[in-house]
């Protein structure tokens, strides 16, 4: 705990700094979280304002680890202007206190550069051996399709797939979400490697096409995940 209280006092000298400068200023320099689970996501929104004379372009935002991600809608604040930077971390791996730092290179007219420092704490607990968190899910999430007629997916489909006949596929496209495995099949593999192609040429560069389709799967493992009516 005297670690934690240390690591704060420095985090709220640091914010004070960055704000004497009158020019980017955070509404909380130092967010503390708690207590969470290990796996937890944490998410918070600074608000950062422009202080100054001077309008301020922001040049860069750092974490200090790759656990802490970062999202800033604009670059550009004229005086007076404000905007919102998330900051996301991701406990996974984590335990006891912990500090995350941000920082936020920005300039102002003809001043030097300067940095803004943030700081994400608090203190990460063990979960419990049955429990999964959100961030450990979103490791293990995919999706799984079936291109099939509804008859055909009614009459016994992989546990978990949606129903999307690949008649009404293209119109899915702008629906489904990039960045996870995407997994499509159909009878015998033929349909599925079709729209796979589109799916890669429109950028779902983690989409796969089950080889041999239901009838692979059935084949090797018989009736094991399913469903039938």
Known sequence: MKKM?????????????????????????????????????????FILSNLGTQPIQITKVRASCGCTATALSDYSLAV???????????????SGDVVKSIYVDYTAGASEAATLTLHVAGTVLRAQEYN????????????LIDLREPDAYAAGHL??????????????????????????????????DQAVQELLTAGFNDARSL???LNAWTFAYGDQFILKP
């Open 5 to 45: 209280l240390l690591a704060l006092l420095i985090a709220a000298t640091l914010g004070v700094t960055a704000s004497a400068s009158g020019e980017l200023s955070a509404d909380v320099a130092d967010y503390n979280f708690g207590n969470v689970v290990e796996g937890t996501i944490v998410v918070h929104t």
């Open 80 to 94: 007076g202007e404000s905007v919102q930077l998330e900051a996301r971390v991701d406990t996974s791996g984590f």
């Open 132 to 143: 999964i968190t959100a961030g450990d899910l979103n490791y293990l999430f995919y999706i």
């Open 159 to 192: 546990t978990g797939a949606l129903s999307i006949p690949y008649a009404e596929f293209s119109a899915w496209v702008e629906r489904l979400p990039k960045g996870v495995i995407i997994v499509l099949y159909d009878q015998d593999g033929v349909v599925s």
């Open 211 to 213: 080889l041999g389709g």
